[in-house]
């Protein structure tokens, strides 16, 4: 096993594996921005490394940086988390030539599974349904046109190496394509520099379900079941849980199946993520159809762990060090739901819009069921800098229901002030009774209306009582009380912003 980790990352997955490393007796090393000299990680860790200016660009995305820095600490391995360098092929290669372990799968895998044309022809070969559309770039605006004529419209273009909601178009005309086409194309190498479009048959409403899957060095694979991350806005997801609420056990085999076949023909190893479109078929049970696979692990991943009870960060650590996966595929038992709620410094009151700041109230929930995952405590900031994720609340339950309840009393127990924060939106939510059905499906938030709800106080007026819970809620934990608190000498709160954690450790 390694005896020290360099994690290139930071924030709450930062912390994360910080603690995945203490648990297997490893020393961490974390590398910081300018932003970041007081951050939880830096805190947490055995070594820090300073990296540079703030922006990403000139740090955590520097990958001579993060190498030097691998190098002056002597770790034997890096973690690089999600986003940042997580699927950069050149940075796996770059850890590869110094000797160092990229915690994750091969640079191959990530290449192949980075473009749409390559992983939609592997999840062909693998006998996995992919939505109907080209497996080949198109050459030009003639092909598009014949292309989608065959799959029939609207149809979806897509940027081959585009990822989330980048590089999508829905196309409803063959006018739409023939003014679209070129325009896609140059924005697909503006942003990914790379032009390669494909078009896919447009699914009008479908969820989002997405299976977990481990890999290790001797080709074994399993799957550790689905996450139902439906409940999106703009790409972006709020909240994720495990098992889906689509009761269809036939279906969850098969899927979960469809994933292990997927990750053994791209010879992968480490922690993926196999995601599918997910649609009621005409003839009863559900029709999935493969739509890409994450090489790194996600930021939902702790709804998986609380119903499976393994450590996956742990275990892609243990991966790397070349350790056989602990159990097979029939040792793998589910047990109880799990939620997961996102909690950015967002206003949910004015467009989602980023709110960062620092935290000059800031109580985390607990209690049974609850697990929080944050990088941060009270007097943090969140830089404007990054992605403005304050924390994760997951909540586990033996079965859905008292997940929600228990979600609901952890974030009614959650106090941040200082900055607004998306918990009204998972206040209404929860409490909205199609998400307490469970039928979910990607446009589930614009469906329900669930935004100008709360921004008027008055969509149905079944939700008005919820939405004055929420705002109520809102005004509470987003005013700072230092009087209260100083007087009680629990903390000095805000008195001292440049020596925030003055209390931590006595
Ligand atoms: C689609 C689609 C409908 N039809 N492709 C959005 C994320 C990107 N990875 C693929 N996305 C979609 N692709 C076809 N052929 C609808 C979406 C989509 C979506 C997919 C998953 C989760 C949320 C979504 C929200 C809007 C659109």
Redesign the pocket.
Known sequence: MFKKILIANRGEIAVRIIRACRDLGISPVVVFSEADREALHVRLCDEAHFIGPSPSLESYLVIEKIIDAARKSGAEAIHPGYGFLSESEPFAQACEDSKLVFIGPSAASMKLMGSKITSRAAAQKAGVPI?P?TTRSLRSREDALTAAAEIGYP??L?ASA?????G?R?VSSEEELTSLYETAGSEARASFNDSTLLI?????K???IEIQVLGDLKGNVIHLGERE??I?R??Q?LVEESPSPLEDVEFRRTIGEAAVAVAKTAHYHNAGTV?F?VEPAATGGHSF?F??MNTRIQVEHPVTEMVTGIDLVAEQIRIAAGSKLGCRQEEIRSRGAAIECRIYAEDPYNHFFPSPGTLTTYVEPSGPGIRTDSGVGSGSTIPVEYDPLISKVIAYGENRQQAILRMKRALGEYKIGGVRTTIPFFQVLLSHPAFIEGSLD??FIDEHQLIEGLKEGSCKSDTVPLIAAALEHFYETRKPKPRLYSKRGLWRNSQHPSDPFHKWGD
Not at 162 to 166: A, D, E, L, M, R
């Open positions: 939505v559309g149809v979806m897509k585009g990822g989330g909601g980048k999508l829905l896919e048959k447009y699914l009008m479908p969820r989002h991350c439906s999106q703009r790409h997801k995601e479109m159809y739509l890409e990607t446009h």
